[in-house]
């Protein structure tokens, strides 16, 4: 099905479709960012997992009184 699909004459179609989309200034630009992706990905993945990601806060209390503090979140709560 995709025999042959990245030809020569198929991969200089789609740079010059991408040179008319979105012009010479930003090319460049749209190039390093894709480059910069691709690199930061390859390094997650040989990192394979070594540190873990950051954790997020907890939040709790009612939407009025929501806080990242747990102390805050009992100071604000009702009485049971």
Not at 7 to 22: D, E
Not at 48 to 67: A, F, I, L, M, Y
């Given at each position: ?5 990245f ?6 179609l789609i740079?010059?479709i991408?040179?008319?989309i979105?012009g010479p ?12 992706a691709?690199?930061?990905f390859?390094q997650s ?12 806060p907890?939040v709790e ?8 503090d ?6 604000n709560?009702?009485?049971h």
């Amino acid at each position: 099905m995709f025999e042959g699909l990245f030809q020569p004459t198929h991969l200089l179609l789609i740079a010059f479709i991408a040179l008319i989309i979105f012009g010479p200034r930003r090319l460049p630009e749209l190039g390093r960012s894709l480059g910069t992706a691709i690199r930061d990905f390859r390094q997650s993945l040989s990192a394979g997992g070594t540190t873990p990601p950051p954790e997020t806060p907890r939040v709790e209390g009612s939407p009025e009184t929501r806080t990242s503090d747990p102390s805050a979140a009992k100071a604000n709560s009702p009485p049971h």
